[in-house]
């Protein structure tokens, strides 16, 4: 009887001793294969070359049939795969990776193993959406603790062994979140207040009153202006003016307003898409016109245009996706599961958009200064009251002024187009430098055209021109070709145009034949008497009707609507989408040339990146989903972008590169959590992200390290300690024009142009006009961006020249950083002006003088012999300005007090955030 359940237990037991017996760790292809496999494999056997015909970038490649007709990875059978044979060979000739060192055995046990497993492929971990119930770790570290940022951090260090650092001084903690949060540092008054405050809320009643200072904006708009290659200028060559500062003004007032990142992202990319647009959205998407335009005569501009909307593509997935694009408009991505006809289905979001790489910029939006736009409402008021009640505009508003009164201009017949609003134009036809508000013919037989124009009533056409030789024009309908319906010739009107600006407008009346309807007009320009590469500067056309309305009002009300025709808008480009039925068609380009056309695709998604359920996205439906649940890694790029802009580097550090090849995430639970927590609980606002991270104890401890950290966590990535990191360009100069009293606080408008070296602004023609007063002390954001100038001082501090998206600044340390703060004229103004004033508030007591505003830099009360050593510059200084270089400075004590506060400028602690 025994033996009979023997019989039947003895089966039992077996199988449960081999489920329980423990069997080898499935292996993780993303923690332990895929760094083999990008280190030592994919360079010949990913996107771009495929060696074998084998590619070990998609999975479904690499598991078929290489170009020996077998497969290298047979899931299940290591030794049967082509794979493992190659790699374990003994003849080097045959041995992969060719020409390089063996795998390790610990790698090639991994594949083995890997591989008889079945082979099993994941998503890379950032397309991968985080869970949406993060686990918050529990630590066991007695140290403080303010949320959950701080479990997170102190897990990790636990597991180091490490444990973070005691809280940084109250006094380093205001300079470091004043700097982190405004850019800008705090005042001796603001010191001694938050030191004296000794209530529990005192940190977070500082923490929100900076985040509701308005230079927040200020602060914040500079990083994201690298990310939209912000410039006032237009790029290559020629580089001339771009008048795009009102995007930086949207920029500015979105970070003070705490305009929710998916709103924020939504207006940038597709904004002039939303149902009834305000100016405020059309402003918005000048993100994307911060693109390059090549202004140099002869250019092909659809070569530009395509140009600029295939860097659309590529800047769109580094800003937000974190993601390198720009390789796969010529190839499948050598290290990501991106195909090469996937960057153009993206491209097709962005390929209908009605810029052509025009030098008029259009489409544009057109807005007013503030003191403009009251002047021109209360005129357009003014007129309106005085029509008749037929002829009024319904109402007048402030959104969209300017259309309001060329509609209105338009119905009374005052038909006045400025000429270098053309639609099109032949090769040669180029704008005069530098604000480009005039056409000029560089050459015989030039034409520019207008679109749409309502020719039913017009019986003259004028032009106002300026020429040296003299020229002929005729107006033709319709085509370059084209019926011409009138002609006239333009005289001489001045010997020469100094400067290259004629100083003498004439105006040039021609009639034209009876045209009826809408009609595409080219004004097609040929040499008279001389032939000249400078014909003919023509700087706008008026329409002439037959009967106008505005005839019918007495001459006050026409002055006006001269008056109202001349007030300067403010012009900023902006996208907009072409008619549906002018809508072009997207190929995939051969090899990345524009020129080789390939098969037509449709707009879409990369389907490593999910799918837009729309049968027909446009580039509202691509904004939207960017911000969706259904594509996280959005939420995850911000988050790691404003760590990086408190911490001086990100969770992932590689900020343009999350995929394959980026460096990997230092927590990558925090960043999930992060990532989660912005959409869910924070509901897109950055404000309250930021204050979630100062608030964290991680955030702030003391900066100070020791050996152990030194050696455990050299670059503090995992914040064994309060980081210390070496301050912007734009704050360092921000901060040099606070201390000193120089700061000038106004806020918005257009760019200005402080002083900079002669030889330097002249070069291929004056273009920098240095600003007077005290616009040349404003925020450092406000100055103007030229890229092939950009601003010295800023990059000697490894600012980037804007051509391109730039994520992150590498920070160098070199001997001309000193010098720029000993010599830039910017920091010797800010000595000069905190030396006088150190002098007016110390009276006799220098040493207590520098000692009080020592601390301005230093944050902590100095130390005595760092005092003591200043104060003996001074006298040293002093005795030489008395003495041999007595006629080097009137005044000696205050050249000496210069050279001290010259010299606290170039302290460590003041280009240091600590």
């Known amino acids: 009887m025994k033996s009979r359940y023997l019989i039947f237990l003895l089966p039992l037991l077996l199988v449960l001793t081999f489920w329980l017996w423990p069997g080898k760790e ?7 294969i895929r760094p083999i496999i990008n280190n030592k494999c994919i360079s010949c056997h990913g996107g771009v070359k495929q060696s074998g015909g084998f590619s070990l970038l998609f999975e479904e490649e690499a598991k078929m049939n290489t170009e020996s007709g077998k497969p290298a990875i047979i899931p299940g059978d290591a030794d049967g795969s082509e794979m493992l044979k190659r790699i374990i060979h003994n003849d080097p000739e045959m041995r992969m990776p060719l020409g390089k060192s063996p795998l390790s055995p610990e790698e090639i046990e991994l594949i083995k193993e890997w591989i008889n497993q079945g082979a099993n492929w994941e998503k890379h971990w950032a397309y991968i959406a985080p869970e949406n119930n993060i686990e918050v770790p529990e630590v066991n570290l007695d140290m403080p603790v303010q949320n959950e940022i701080d479990h997170f951090i102190y897990k990790q260090l636990e597991h180091m062994e490490l444990t973070p650092n005691e809280e940084a001084p109250k006094e380093v903690l205001l300079r470091r979140l004043s700097l ?18 000794s209530s529990p809320m005192a940190y977070e009643k500082t923490v929100d009153k900076l985040l509701a200072s308005p230079r927040f904006g200020e602060k914040w708009a500079a990083f994201w202006m690298d990310l939209a290659r912000y410039s006032d200028s237009k790029g290559y060559e020629k580089d001339l003016h771009r008048e795009i500062w009102k995007y930086r003004d949207w920029l500015i007032n979105a970070f003070n307003e705490d305009m929710p990142f998916d709103t924020f992202t939504i207006a940038q990319l597709a904004g002039d898409l939303l149902p009834n647009p305000t100016e405020s959205d059309l402003l918005a998407t000048a993100f994307h016109r911060n693109t390059m335009a090549n202004d140099e005569g002869g250019t092909n501009d659809e070569e530009f245009r395509v140009a600029a909307v295939m860097e659309r593509v590529g800047t769109t997935f580094e800003v937000w996706q974190g993601t390198t694009m720009a390789c796969v408009q010529c190839h499948s991505h050598p290290y990501d599961p991106i195909r090469h006809e996937e960057f153009y289905q993206t491209q097709a979001f962005f390929n209908n958009t009605q810029d052509k790489d025009l030098y008029n910029e259009q489409p544009k939006v057109f807005t007013y200064q503030p ?24 109402e007048i508003s402030e959104d969209f002024l300017y259309q309001q009164k060329e509609d209105l201009l338009y ?6 187009v400025e000429a270098e609003e053309f639609q099109d134009k032949s090769r040669f036809i180029e704008l005069v430098a530098h604000d480009q508000e005039s056409i000029w013919q560089v050459q015989d037989s030039s034409w520019i055209m207008f679109e749409n124009v309502d020719l039913d009533q017009v019986n003259a056409i004028s032009l106002g021109y300026a020429s040296v030789y003299g020229a002929k024009v005729e107006i033709r309908l319709d085509s370059m070709l084209g019926r011409i319906i009138g002609e006239g010739t333009f005289g001489i009107t001045d010997k020469s145009f100094p400067r290259n600006r004629p100083e003498d407008w004439k105006t040039l009346k021609i009639p034209i034949e009876p045209v009826s309807g809408k009609r595409d007009i080219f004004y097609y320009f040929k040499k008279d008497k001389s032939f000249a590469q400078d014909l003919i500067r023509v700087d706008w056309v008026f329409y002439h009707e037959k009967a106008p309305l505005k005839d019918k009002y007495p001459s006050n009300i026409q002055a006006k609507l001269v008056e109202l025709s001349n007030a300067k808008p403010i012009q900023t480009p902006i996208l907009k989408d072409l008619p549906k039925a002018d809508a072009r068609k997207t190929y995939v380009f051969e090899r990345g040339d524009w020129r080789s056309h390939g098969e037509e695709v449709n707009a879409g998604i990369p389907e490593i990146m999910g799918t837009i359920t729309n049968q027909e996205p446009n580039r509202l439906d691509f904004a939207k989903w960017l911000v969706s649940r259904e594509n996280t890694l959005t939420s995850r790029v911000i988050v790691n972008r404003i760590w990086e802009q408190l911490f001086g580097f990100g969770i992932v550090e590689s900020m343009e590169d999350f995929g394959s090849q980026g460096i990997p995430a230092s927590h990558p639970e925090l960043l999930d959590w992060l990532a989660v927590s912005l959409q869910d609980d924070m509901n897109w606002s950055l404000k309250t992200l930021i204050k979630k991270i100062v608030m964290s104890q991680s955030y702030r401890q003391n900066s100070t390290t020791d050996a152990q950290k030194i050696k455990k966590d050299p670059y503090n990535k995992y914040l064994s300690r309060g980081s210390r990191t070496r301050l912007s360009a734009e704050t360092i100069r921000d901060q040099a024009l606070a201390i000193s009293g120089l700061l000038n606080k106004k806020q918005l408008g257009p760019s200005v142009m402080p002083y900079q070296p ?5 070069f291929n023609g004056k273009f920098w006009f240095p600003s007077e007063g005290e616009e040349q002390y404003r925020r450092a954001v406000y100055t103007y961006w030229k890229r092939t100038h950009p601003y010295p001082s800023f ?8 051509e391109i998206c730039t994520s992150r600044r590498i920070r160098t340390n070199t001997p001309l950083q000193s010098l720029v703060l000993l010599n830039d004229p910017v920091y010797i103004e800010a000595a000069d002006a905190w030396a006088q004033r150190i002098l007016k508030e110390s009276g006799e007591d220098i040493e207590k ?11 902590l009360k100095p130390e005595p012999e760092k005092v003591a050593v200043l104060f003996q510059l001074y006298e040293e200084s002093l005795a030489y300005y008395k003495g041999e270089g007595k006629d080097l400075d009137e005044n000696a004590k205050l050249a000496a007090m210069r050279i001290v506060s010259n010299a606290m400028l170039n302290l460590d602690e003041f280009v240091t955030r600590r």
Do not use: M
């Not at 003191?371 to 319904?394: C, G, I, R, T």
């Open 180 to 197: 982190d949060i405004t850019g800008l540092p705090p005042t001796l008054d603001e010191y001694d207040d938050f030191s004296s405050d």
């Open 411 to 416: 119905s009374l017949g005052y038909r006045k």
């Open 26 to 32: 499935q292996i993780s292809y993303n923690r332990q």
């Open 758 to 762: 002669e030889n330097i602004i002249s």
């Open 371 to 394: 003191a403009d736009e009251k002047k021109v409402k209360d005129l357009l008021s003014w007129v309106n009251d005085k029509l008749n009640p037929a002829e009024k505009l319904p």
């Open 849 to 859: 003088g520098i000692e009080k505003n020592l601390q301005l830099v230093t944050a």
């Open 795 to 802: 990059v000697t501090f490894d600012s980037p020249s804007r």
